[in-house]
């Protein structure tokens, strides 16, 4: 049976290096999809947002074993990051204001046949509340700066400053999409100072 690993299969976007910025042209990929405002280290609709884009990757997962007889590991927990006020997520302020999309990356031969199928049967199995928020759609972010942080999500702060503050001013480039960072580190088996995320920001080039 064939088994897609997406992180592998697409690992120059999830296993940049640690110790410099990267320009890389990301393509179009697909996504489950919630979208929600709120500090994430308190808001529930984080936490129902997570917990609804877990029930339905592994259904699509157990589904597509099952129909197609294709097979694909879950992929990672991904975020998307802003704010009216860009000061706000960059320097770590009023994390309620935070808006965010949290995402999971899918192979791009499920249908919308499968993922409304997965959907229906979460909703059988368990009460999810963030469901009806759930949607499965393409996302392209094209030319972007990436760098791996290593650390909690309180110490990125620093890089991020680099990142928008120096690296982008200095290359001729400028902000062109949202902030994305992708979790590669399970948070209930790895302590806080061994997190990796991948960093990443779309661009786009002034000169």
């Known amino acids: ?48 947002a997570i917990q609804a884009l ?19 590991v879950v992929a990672p927990l991904e975020g998307l990051w802003w704010a009216d006020d860009p000061a706000a997520f960059h320097r770590e302020l009023d994390k309620d204001s935070w808006q965010w999309t949290a995402m999971i990356h899918v192979p791009r031969w499920i249908t919308h046949e499968l993922f409304e199928q997965a959907v229906h049967e979460a909703s059988a199995k368990k009460e999810l509340p963030a469901l009806a928020l759930i949607r499965m759609e393409p996302y392209l972010e094209g030319l972007s700066v990436q760098i791996l942080h290593i650390g909690s ?55």
């Open 1 to 48: 049976m064939e088994k897609i690993d997406l992180k592998r299969d697409w690992k120059q976007f999830y296993k940049p290096g640690r110790k410099a910025f990267e320009l890389v042209e990301v393509p179009e990929f697909t996504f489950l999809m919630v979208d929600g405002k709120g500090d994430p280290n308190t808001a529930q609709s984080y936490v129902d």
């Open 54 to 72: 877990y029930a339905v990757a592994y259904g699509l997962k157990f589904m597509c074993k099952q129909t197609l007889e294709k097979d694909f």
């Open 153 to 207: 999500y309180a110490d990125e702060a620093p890089t991020l400053l680099r990142m928008h503050e120096e690296f982008l001013p200095t290359n001729g480039l400028v902000e062109a999409g949202k902030h994305h960072e992708i979790y590669l580190s399970d948070p209930r088996r790895t302590s806080p100072e061994k997190w990796r995320i991948v960093l990443r920001q779309p661009v786009r080039r002034v000169n």
